[in-house]
């Protein structure tokens, strides 16, 4: 029995074949949410104590696209992308400073100060990238009393315990009884031999617990009461809490980065878990990967890690230039989420001319005329098929953009006459665009494509390179210098080559 | 001992003139916060049921010029904007449905999806009308923890009881040893004969009385565990946490619509005083009153309350056309906040062309080339302290709209050749836009005024023009209909008249 063909009704018939990468299982395998149409997806947001990284764009691009397939599919998708606001600490384990609570100290602010910024930061960055809001939003701080209460589900069924007024879930305890590890591939006991015991972190049985509720120091900022302690969560646990919450004990997809699949997914798990009952929590697990730049890992300390704004204002000095958010998101989109992803400026740059050539034709697209002895729908609906081929092999979206080129290519043969096609067939072209390159992809037409007053601009100096070039061929040498000056105080360079003039704005 | 000059190395000798319009005292007050040169402020943020109101964008206006005011003085201030997702109930008081919970069954939802929407097109809505984001944007569901205890708290100090799981604030005690109605000037005598016993209230001592906690019944969707019950808390009670946990048990300005001040934002006297003792919370209390539309209250049911789209848009019929944010945020402020403002076509068609002449002189400014001999800065610097004098006296914009006005007159002066000055009179034209026009009003120059890509356009335009004067003077009559071939091509009208040729875009 299909369960996605009981909700034919809603559903595309292309839904049945959706394939996703299922990190738990390490198989491609279809997509059969627990109660179709509806679909539950949780994806680990940012902590929110610095600005937004180009890492997180990705992820979050990544999700987005998923997010707007499904909703394409015919899905009814319920999308939780949490933010973090406390718990999440230096050590990314259970030692150091809270990330927020430290960055508040370090710039004399309430730490709620240091997550209104941060969430500010990041949502103007995912407005910048067309990143769709999520359906839910939820924050750590907003879910402390859920968070104590699943604490004490934990504690009673037998896999936590407390010390000193933290509590430890008890790894050793549950994996007697439980697969700990099966997502991340780790067996317990090599884990245990690359586990240090760490300063303060003797209330532990078992180096490998990790701590649900934590003690409050007196430098900590931010605290809450609790049957334990005045304290706050770990970090692991507000997405048990936030995810099951909102969608239910059991859920469709969750994603993240692939960074966070050990220890924070896994220790999701055995939460869920250890406070539900043995059913696995999640059907699907989708992690993203990692950004590389000129062949090495991004990172802050490599020097290498640019961030957004440096992206498109090209304000870096591994940045030949900017590139427009629109590029980057294309250049992001054409490579698999599941594999890395290296900036390079000959890739970017790449990447622009690939997206210039898409968003033309796409302009031509608009004032093709159909000529009704033209040809028909036939192959034009096999690109279709090819499209959703593409988005169904686990959201293979450079496949998507190559069967794009194909259609770009159709486009420009129908614009520059050499073939004709009726008005099915156009129909069907602009479908396609409408529906992969602006729905799913989330590209925007007049972005790069040069609307408005870009085209304008381009215009208008086309116009003036006639008229010089003109008044060159008559030797009119005064006239010819008057418009270099006056485009050199508008800001405007002009050049003369080969292959007519050029121009560059200031 | 004047307070703000304790710290005059931070704050401009402007602060210590403000005054400010006191609901609690009824009187214009001069402004001495805590602890200068920190401020904190409260305001009372939207309930995140439904699309922001015209009137929710005018409270957070008035706030915002009062947030850049003070900053601009130099106050290090702390702006605390909450937004409301959980305890409004549909009839305003303690009775019917959470407007939240409502609008989530209505549209099977779940509430936090309600909340993220409307919370994601309230930003929105403040992006658009240039409105800061505050420091901390804490939410009600945020604060459930600090909630109980604050209830806790007031149980202790014998103001509120509990009945059937739910908890009310004793008014009757409460006035027995404190002035219950000082804010709104209600009397409680009065008030008594004004209210009814309603529907299942009747587990209330007094009908004066208001929830701080309810049991949730079986149909309400929110709700959290608490000494009492599974419920939820009361309306008031976010308001006096939220702003006590991030500015202290006293701070200095709380702010919000008028309709709030009873019974909101007493109950939230009553409740601070309930728990933390004697001293009034907060130190000034500003109100910001409604609009009304053509004479009348502006009202769903009115058919007369259009939304901030539609105003924009002018898809409403009562709007001759649409007007932009600017227009619309320059049309506010032509009021003072503490007077109704009423929406009419003239009104705002006259806000479109004053806004104009503003911009044209700021623009024209940017030209002006200072002379030696000119006239010095005296009578500029009075501008400026009466722009300061404006500001001081209870934030009263529209005088200080008349100030830039006069501004105005010398800028298109100097432009027209009537006048000359030296180069610190320009600077100080320059800076009181830039601080006034700018920073406090947060107008934005470049909506009406033309800069950027708009500039550059007009630029091009005008050496095609220049082209074409020649090519006319010259009878080359085949250049001057190419050129204008040409620019209908790209949607340009020329239009030659006595003073030139004139352009319009498509």
Sequence with gaps: MDSTTTAAGTLSPFAKDLHLGNSLSREKERFEPYNPPYVGMYVCGPTVYSNVHLGNVRTFLTFDVVYRYLIHLGYKVRYVRNITDVGHLTGDTDDGEDKIGKKARLENLEPMEVVQRYTNDFHDVMRVFRILPPSIEPTATGHIVEQIAMIEKIIENGFAYEANGSVYFDVRKFAESHHYGELSGRKIDELQNQTRALDGQDEKRDPLDFALWKKADASHLMHWPSPWSEGF????????????????????????????????HECEIAQNMGAHGPEQPVRYWLHGNMLTVNGRKMSKSEGNGFTPEELITGNHKLLEKGYSPMTVRFFMLQGHYAGTLDFSNPALQAAEKGLERLMGAWGLLADLKPCESGEAAPDLAALRARAYAAMNDDFNTPVLIAVLYDAVKVVNSVAAGRMVLNAEGIDTLRALFSDFAADILGLEQEVAGGAGDGDRTDGLMEVICTLRSEAKANKDWATADLIRDRLTELGVQIKDGKDGTSWTFD
Tied chains: 1, 2.
């Design 233 to 264: 969560p770990g970090w692991h646990l507000e997405c048990s809490v936030m995810s099951t919450k909102y969608l239910g004990r059991t859920f469709d997809i969750h994603g993240g980065g692939m960074d966070l699949k050990f220890p924070h």
